[in-house]
């Protein structure tokens, strides 16, 4: 039963919009230095049991207690094929791992790793090759214990091309090899020294698990998912609206209490709310600030909710290759031009946490960061004095924007733009356009988003290094440093994170010191909500719901009366 | 006589069926986008991307994009008209079989809100020429004004929040087939029929009263009453028959127009249809599902009207010897 005043509400509501609508119609430098990677020791990288397994231990006898039941959870994007070795978006990513898909090894969000299907991994001395204890015990969803030959099939199956597997270039100019020694341990001969090869393996888009000869050769036609190891089997899945997985009684690390796990695609976040407020959703992932907002106030009542603070987030890039932004006293006056937290306000409801580089705030990394690179805050006078002494000549600035939340963003970094001299051609284009301009060098400025992966420069790498090509996938900004490609290479050398720290410094400093992007921040734009009945749902606060030691994810949620 | 009109008619939509096809093959090719990358999985790059060269060289030639484009054309053409729509880029699995999976969904959709916005509109049409002037014209013409001028998605977002969120009737969200569930069929179809069923019969009251107006001057009207007949059979017998060409009219275009172009009730409503597909096609850019569906509708845009002019001929036998 509702109050009456809502229903006043809501009643004035509609009949004033009508009425409006109704009128409406009728009227009408620092030097770097090369660092070489330290030697590890073998036990540097020993992990002893699985923070899983214990958990599930503990929970046996209260899953008599729990209630189980269908979930329905609200997705933003659709898993666009069951396929394992297919993950188009991070959606996808998080729903495969997050119920039937598991890998070896996970990030624990902090830079570390935990065990998930391996229980350790060792380097020899040189870092030339990997070897993986897996877990006994573990059953795929067709009753089939998983072994190592499973783990070098697969293995195997991402680093044929021929294929097309996503993590394909991750793993083939790495592993020259993989074997299995024993029943439950597998090597992999490394092409040179790896001494980041587990973190890259803890992307379940890079590799995951399945069974020998699960997967045709060069198979992509997929519309059954194939067997994992997760805690749900695959069920169903239809393109663009569903996919369903139910319970796998025999998951190694204790049955799950849901029954089944309907993820609906419900593209509008309008839809979402809605179908949250009615509860024929129990979970939505991406509600909108404002929805979120209501729920916080009171407004809406019997819900949870939650930002993802480490979804996502923005900079503003340079193509150093245009005519405009090739001076760096140019882009230092844009730099000085935007201010970043008038943005956050302006576009994002103020809700967000301003960044200096793409790393969490408070981290290690951001401390690091604090040291070396001092923040450039909007400083129009700033701007204009440089700008005035720069080649500037009052060329539009190509600032191209993709429709959306792009929009915003086009309208407040051009308006300061203008405030500070610069002309600008603001361009609002649709994502095709938008990604080909930048793949084409067709800009001057443009905003990026992405998302944080455990490692500022294992995630950065790719649009660091040269890449010198007409057609530029990774690099947009075109800033090409040999320097910092060095830097680079060493760093991926590095397994002491104080070594890491020192290296991760240096490239920021060269970074900084270019003047290639401007980070705007880490936006809160996305939330996640859930019924006030559902427990045990957690996130990590990167937008996943993937079960794992820090996080809950799906696989311990249960209904409560 | 019929049966040669119909099958000139038939005749005459191949051409339109071969420029149509020309026309959604090119457009597809100038949609800014790398197809390899999306056969790929790579859809929008929001999550750091490492594109191994080997991989995208083994797709460009299992794509065969480098192939002359009369080459391709010809290729797609050949497969369509065995009724091989392509393969989706972004589900791996052949369009047809998308298209055919959410056909039921989208049919059941159309023809709920055609049959609920005749059954509205029909009526009130009749009445509200029949009795011009009165409560009723007025009140018919307040619901065409209505249908007319208020956005489909406010109209959606209201009885969202009114059956859905404050009485908690109706589902908000979704489909169920009818062998599923019919009642969760009929409860999960009742919103998105009634938004669009309102925009359709807001139409076809316009079309009806005007049509009907003009008919009720004709002299065979004159004549029907001044021989005797009641009123019921010179309405529903005489002039019915005869104001029916301009619903046909708008029947033939509004089923089409249902089938395809839904795509903001079938998003607000997460309505698995044909227009949700197409829409989720174009953001993903999923090219040879684009090009798919947009074939598929428009020859479903072609056999409607095709369908519209033979019932035109029935209706007014005279059309056929022109």
């Not at chain 1, 002893?48 to 979930?71: F, H, M």
């Not at chain 1, 994502?431 to 455990?454: C, H, I, M, N, R």
């Not at chain 2, 989706?88 to 959709?109: F, N, Q």
Request: net charge negative; charged share 20%; glycine share 10%.
């Amino acid at each position: 039963m509702k109050s009456s005043a809502t229903w006043v509400r809501f009643l004035t509501g509609a009949g004033i919009g009508a009425v409006l609508l109704a009128v409406a119609a009728a009227c009408g430098a620092e030097e770097p230095t090369p660092t070489a990677a330290p030697t590890p020791t073998a036990e540097f990288f020993e992990v002893s049991d699985s923070p899983i397994g214990d958990v599930g231990v503990g929970e046996a006898e209260k899953w008599e207690e729990r209630q189980g039941g269908t979930l329905i959870f609200g997705s933003a994007k659709e898993v666009t094929s069951p396929h394992p070795y297919t993950t188009s978006s991070s959606v996808d990513g998080h729903t495969k791992e997050a119920t039937w898909l598991e890998p070896l090894l996970q990030l624990t969000g902090d830079g570390g790793l935990a065990p998930v299907l391996a229980t350790s991994w060792v380097a020899n001395e040189d870092l030339t090759e990997w070897t993986f204890h897996l877990r006994e015990g573990v059953l795929f969803h067709t009753g089939q214990e998983m072994t190592s030959a499973d783990v070098v099939w697969s293995a195997n199956y991402v680093m044929d091309a021929n294929n097309a597997a996503r993590g394909h270039g991750d793993m083939a100019p790495l592993v020259r090899s993989v074997e299995a020694v024993d029943k439950y341990t597998v090597k992999f001969n490394m092409v040179g020294s790896q001494p980041s090869f587990p973190i890259i393996i803890s992307d379940i888009s890079v590799l995951s698990i399945i069974p020998v000869g699960a997967l045709e050769p060069g198979e992509i036609k997929v519309s059954v998912g194939t067997p994992g190891t997760g805690p749900f089997k695959f069920d169903e899945w239809v393109p663009a609206s569903k996919t369903v997985v139910v319970r796998f009684d025999d998951y190694w690390g204790g049955k799950p209490y849901l029954e089944k796990i309907v993820f609906q695609l419900i593209a509008s976040a309008t839809g979402r709310g809605n179908a949250l407020r009615t509860r024929e959703l129990q979970i939505a992932e991406r509600l909108s600030p404002i929805f979120a907002g209501r729920v916080e106030s009171g407004d809406i009542g019997a819900i949870e909710v939650s930002a993802a603070t480490l979804s996502g987030y923005r900079r503003m890039m340079f193509n150093v290759d245009s005519p405009i932004f090739d001076d760096i006293d140019v882009r230092l006056a844009a730099m000085y031009a935007m201010d970043m937290q008038k943005l956050l306000d302006e576009a994002f409801f103020g809700l967000g946490t301003l960044m200096d580089a793409a790393v969490p705030p408070g981290s290690v990394w951001d401390e690091a960061l604090r040291e070396c690179c001092p923040r450039r805050t909007g400083d129009p006078e700033k701007a204009r004095a440089i700008l005035a002494a720069s080649s500037y000549a009052g060329e539009r600035v190509r600032l191209v924007v993709g429709r959306g939340q792009g929009e915003p963003i086009g309208e407040s970094i051009s308006r300061q733009l203008r405030e500070v001299g610069f002309e600008v051609d603001l361009q609002v284009l649709e994502s095709g356009v938008y990604d080909e301009k930048q793949s084409t060098g067709d800009f001057d400025l443009t905003p990026k988003s992405a998302s944080w992966g455990g490692d500022p420069v294992i995630d950065g790498a790719g649009r660091w290094r040269c890449e010198l090509a007409e057609r530029v996938n990774n690099n947009q900004s075109r800033y090409c440093n040999p320097e910092l490609d060095v830097l680079i290479d060493n760093y991926y050398g590095l397994t002491d994170l104080d070594d890491k720290l020192v290296q991760y410094k240096k490239i920021a400093t060269i970074l900084y010191d270019a003047a290639v992007t401007k980070h705007m921040g880490w936006n809160f734009t996305r939330f996640f909500g859930w019924n006030d009945n559902v427990k045990g749902f957690e996130h990590r606060g990167e937008g996943g719901y993937t079960r794992g030691p820090v996080g809950g994810g799906l696989w311990r949620v249960y209904f409560e009366d | 006589m019929l049966i040669r009109y119909s099958i000139r008619r038939l005749l005459e939509t191949i051409p339109t069926l071969f420029i149509i096809s020309v026309i959604v093959f090119s457009l597809v090719l100038l949609i800014p986008g790398d197809r390899v990358l999306v056969m790929l999985g790579y859809s929008g790059g929001d999550i750091a991307d490492v594109i191994s060269p080997e991989v995208y060289a083994a797709m460009e030639i299992r794509l065969g994009v480098h192939d002359p484009i009369p080459v391709q054309y010809w290729r797609w053409l050949s497969r369509a008209l065995q009724g091989d729509l392509g393969t989706s880029a972004l589900h791996s699995i052949p369009v047809i079989d998308i298209i055919l999976g959410r056909l039921p969904a989208t049919l059941y959709l159309a023809f709920a809100s055609i049959f609920f916005g005749a059954l509205l509109a029909i009526p009130l049409g009749v009445a509200a020429a029949v009795r011009q002037g009165t409560w009723v014209d007025r009140l018919a013409n307040g619901i065409v004004l209505f249908g007319l001028v208020t956005p489909g998605f406010w109209v959606a977002l209201m009885l969202v929040l009114l059956f859905g969120v404050y009485l908690g009737w109706l589902p908000t969200i979704g489909y169920t087939a009818p062998q599923d569930d019919f009642v969760q069929f009929v409860k999960h179809l009742t919103l998105p029929t009634i938004v669009l069923g309102l925009d359709f019969a807001a139409n076809l009251i316009r079309f009806i009263r005007t049509d009907f107006l003009e008919q009720m001057r004709e002299d065979y009207v004159r004549t029907a009453r001044a021989k005797g007949l009641s009123e019921r059979l010179v309405i529903w017998k005489h002039i019915f028959k005869n104001s029916m060409l301009a619903t046909v009219t708008v029947l033939g275009f509004d089923i089409s127009r249902l089938l395809g172009g839904s795509t903001v009730i079938e998003t607000l409503f997460a309505y698995p249809g044909i227009s949700f597909l197409l829409i989720q096609s174009i953001f993903n850019r999923d090219f040879a599902t684009v090009q798919g569906v947009v074939l598929f509708l428009a020859m479903i845009v072609i056999f409607m009207n095709y369908l519209a002019d033979i019932l035109y001929a029935l209706l007014n036998p005279r059309i056929r010897y022109e």
